[in-house]
């Protein structure tokens, strides 16, 4: 059976997620605590980056939320979530890439914002880079409900798992009301409902959010030793007694 490793509230693991409802895969669900089992040697041999996701799919491994959406289309193509037209194609990249390369590193410094590194500029460009964002999504939507056309796409998959959480992380979304109908219809879908964050999970992923640059600064130092002790398989290594191993804290 498909496992993946993820955590609930993880940016890059919920796509996955949602991915394997929208497909209505058999899947498990195997959580990692990332105050630490990230770097348990287990946990390296699957993914010596020491992030989830990871996908697991018999001896196949998958690390990386964009590769392993692009492993569930590949060998599930049913339903499917890739449009067929070059330009469609290509929309559903560009929306992918403009979501984490741009909006979410915008986002996640004005999520911080208040730590001693960050000076006014940053966070007045992180506002701009962040609202530029948006506006060029809502323009993305300009004639069709969902950006690649009238069925969900891995554009959704990924945008649809962080657009809907701005207005909870204090970005107001009133200027883009193309954007605000499309998260509102992708918050009626099953899948959506499913993966929904409780209200105390989402105060306490801000709250973490706000020390997360201390939290990193702590992970880089912790993945650093853990890479000193470890050696990366020549082979990868597929999860076979993950459950026991890995607990979720919450
Ligand atoms: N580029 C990776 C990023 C994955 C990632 O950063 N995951 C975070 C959770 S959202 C993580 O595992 N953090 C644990 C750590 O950095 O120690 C992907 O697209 O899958």
Redesign the pocket.
């Known amino acids: 059976m498909l496992k993946l490793c993820y ?1 609930r509230p ?4 919920r796509p996955v997620w949602l991915a394997l409802l929208e497909k209505q895969l058999p899947f498990e669900l195997i959580p990692v605590d ?1 105050g630490g089992a ?1 770097f348990e040697p287990d946990f390296l041999a699957l993914n010596p980056f ?4 990871v996908l697991v799919d018999g001896s196949v491994r998958v ?4 590769a392993s959406l692009d492993y569930l289309e590949a060998r599930y193509p049913e339903p499917s979530l890739l449009p067929t037209t070059p330009q469609a194609i290509a929309t559903v990249r560009m929306v992918q890439e403009v979501t ?1 390369n741009e909006l979410l590193p915008a986002v996640v410094q004005l999520l911080t914002q208040g730590h001693q590194a960050q000076t006014h500029r940053d966070i007045e460009y992180a506002h701009t880079r962040t609202h530029h964002t948006l506006a060029f999504l809502e323009n993305l939507l300009h004639g069709s409900t969902y950006f690649a056309g009238e069925h969900i796409t891995l554009a959704e998959i990924v945008a649809g798992t962080v657009i809907p959480r701005l207005p909870a992380w204090g970005v107001d979304l009133t200027a883009y009301p193309r954007l605000r109908r499309w998260a509102a219809a992708l918050a009626w879908r099953p899948a959506w409902r499913q993966i929904e964050l409780t209200p105390a999970e989402q105060r306490l992923f801000r709250r973490q959010m706000r020390v997360a640059p201390q939290l990193w600064e702590q ?1 880089r130092r912790q ?1 650093i030793t853990a890479w000193q002790q470890t050696q990366i398989p020549s082979v990868p290594r597929a999860a076979t007694p993950l459950a026991s191993t890995f607990k979720d804290p919450a």
Do not use: D, K, M, W
């Not at 993880?10 to 693991?13: G, L, Q, R, T, V």
């Not at 020491?50 to 996701?53: A, L, S």
């Not at 690390?63 to 964009?66: H, M, S």
């Open positions: 955590t993880s940016i890059y693991a990332l990230q020491g992030h989830v996701p690390i990386e939320c964009l984490f992970r993945r």
